[in-house]
């Protein structure tokens, strides 16, 4: 009999919306042929949460992994190998170093903290610890992306010159929680700001500078009647029975930016989460001999690359213009190949595939030694994008993105470190 596979042992903590679309993460990981780790916790400061995600896990995994309502009590209870923090935004910092304190190696959803001194108390707690901290940053991760990634690498469109990110929408409705419309636990801004910070440095490289405009265009977010619900598919999926009808936001729902590249590449970035009408969305790249329009996140549908010759390619043949571009050996298992250039996987299916493709990415560190794609340090980096853009938005100038990093550039951040205990 061949031997088993060896198991990281799991725990989730936070056993919101969030944890469930994780917990059929761990399920898709777990039954793979790759499978490498195996759920035996989840824990919220609201037991009855915990006890939910329990019973789904058990319907999911064939097992229910025991039920937690304090992080140190779990610890103290069970061998943890790994966390996988999916709580609220504000709380990240806080219950990711005290995981990697306690030698716990950790996965948190992404913003990886609220600010530059959140994140730098993370990372300070996984060096101190000599545990892993990996990001849940999942945009980049998608076979387009990849591909996209691959042809500007390859010299399909020559120099990159421009990048074009841009979505619109939103209206005023309430973006899934009430605690993404306050400054001081996170923003729709800066909670959706990270992705594109995320997808724009894996396109065209790191960012130098941010100009950016940014509003509060809708000062108060309605509920749509889905969203307040009663029952257990809401109270789980998105913690709505804390959320009211309706709303006074005080966090940013929309950047305005212009952004400058080491590389020397010029961006210009629309993230608009209050538009009316229209539904918008945009990603491409010019170079100096060609461009790339990239799919929505999480679509199967193909990248389309323009060349000079008024020749569009949008089939197989853009393998041909992409040599380097390969999956990983699990991301090749979960999409069906190692250089697929489309796939027909829903939204909801392409999103657990690479919430999965997280998950066995930090097992497998964990297990040989290795090192997670997004760590702390290049998460920090998405954040202070982000947070340039907002600096920007309160001081009317550019903002370098490294007096984000050492904390020159912080009138932005100040209220809410003081908030959260992290001010000097």
Known sequence: MMP???RVLWAIVGCGGMARRHLRGFAMAAA???GN???VAVCDVRRQNAELLAAEARELLGTSPAVHDDVDGMLDALQIDA????TDLRSHHVVSARCLERGVHVLCEKPMAITIRACNKVIDAAASAGRMISIAENFPRFPAMRLAKALIRDGAIGTPRLVQEATVRGRDLLVQTQWRHHRVSGTVAF????HNAAVMAALVGPVSSVYARTRVHEKIRRAASSTVADGRAASTWWSMHDNPG???ATGEDAIYALMDFESGAVGQWTLDNAGHGEIAFSRRVFGSNGSIEVPPDRSGAPVRLHLDDGSIVADERLLDFAPSYRLSAFESLMFGGERVWRHDF???GADVRILAAQIHELSACIESGGRPEVDGHGARLQVAICLAAL???ITNGPVRVSDVLDGTACRYQAGIDAAIGLAD
């Open 37 to 39: 780790c195996e759920l």
């Open 191 to 194: 909670d959706s700001g990270v």
């Open 4 to 6: 088993s596979q060896p």
């Open 246 to 248: 309706s709303v006074e």
């Open 346 to 348: 829903d939204i909801a």
């Open 83 to 86: 966390v996988d923090v999916v």
């Open 391 to 393: 600096e920007s938005g």
């Open 32 to 34: 793979s042929a790759l």
